[in-house]
């Protein structure tokens, strides 16, 4: 699945991020941070609670969730 | 009392000149580092040479730059990356890679012009993955011929050609990506553009609306992928690489423009 986030702070180290990110959920695959559109893409393999990721990551909103 | 009065202006024919991808497959690969590169492995300056060219000039259109940096792990493992323009970062993200599997990032810069310099860097946690090709070639976007809200009859999209086509490594295409559309009703479109206006410009080119208004802000066709702003696509494949999104070449399209409404 796939999940769309509003965050607007920068991920200014991706392998940190990534790394606390996979700690809390070892099916993401993968992420994508826009700065200028303040979008986050992540990807799993598996379903998650697209809730409690926003708040994982420190977002403001769920975008979209697919 | 004034009389509004309009006419039906000449045919236009808009004709797109796409210059040739330009790739690179490097002889020996380079080892990704393990922390981000200081330089990046992926740079290019664009030139005029890199950009289409149009028959006839433009109230508005917008270039992106579709740059694609690839390479293979061996131990499996995560590789993470960073879009850079002029210096800036635009974009990051990661992607696990399976063991012997290659990966490729499509990457879009959005409103890019001819001096932008473009990069990638890329990184790995495994001291064994590496990078060997990078390739770029420039598409458009919001193309607005006249002015915003014009009114368009006959608004025939003559061709859109195959994909571009890579040949270097052992390329292979994605997936079949909705890569334009025509928003036909002014400002009223939807992000599945596709669904929009009835009819994908890509699956039935040629294609012909008899009438339409541009949006303001899209004109009369935008690309699907690379809107609206910077961004990354990883893809991993066991034997492709490189694994790319099949952008689609829209050479020509004529109207005639209602004037004086």
Known sequence: MTIVLKRLADISDPMVFDTAMREKYPSMLGFCYQEDEHKLTLEFSETVDAEQVRLDTGSEEVLEVK | ?261
């Open chain 2, 1 to 261: 009392m004034r009389h509004l009065t309009s006419r039906v202006g000449s045919l236009k024919r808009l004709v797109v000149t796409y210059p040739t991808p330009t790739e690179t497959l490097l002889g020996t690969p380079l080892t990704l580092p393990t922390s981000e590169p200081a330089t990046a492995q992926v740079g290019y300056t664009l030139t005029t040479n890199d950009l289409p060219s149009f028959s006839m000039s433009l109230y508005s259109v917008k270039l992106l730059a579709a740059v694609i940096g690839a390479g293979q792990f061996i131990t499996a493992g995560t590789v993470y990356w960073r879009m850079k323009k002029n210096g800036s970062s635009v974009a990051t993200g990661s992607q696990a890679v399976s063991a012997n599997n290659y990966y490729t990032l499509n990457a879009t810069f959005f409103g890019i012009v001819a001096g932008d310099v473009l990069e990638i860097a890329l990184w790995s946690n495994q001291a064994d993955s590496n990078y060997d090709y990078k390739a770029l070639s420039v598409l458009y976007s919001r193309l607005n011929p006249h002015a915003k809200r014009s009114l368009y009859l006959d608004l025939f999209f003559e061709k859109v050609d195959t994909n571009f086509t890579l040949s270097l490594g052992n390329p292979s295409a994605t997936d079949t990506w909705v890569a334009t559309y025509n928003p036909i009703n002014g400002n009223n479109y939807s992000t599945t553009p596709a669904y929009e206006c009835g009819a994908n410009v890509l699956t039935k080119a040629p294609i012909k609306f008899y009438g339409a208004f541009s949006s303001d802000l899209y004109g009369i066709m935008r690309s699907y992928f690379g809107e609206p702003g910077n961004a990354g696509s990883m893809k991993t494949h066991a034997s492709y690489r490189p694994y790319y999104v099949p952008y689609k070449k829209v050479e020509r399209i004529s109207w005639r423009r209602v004037v004086g409404i």
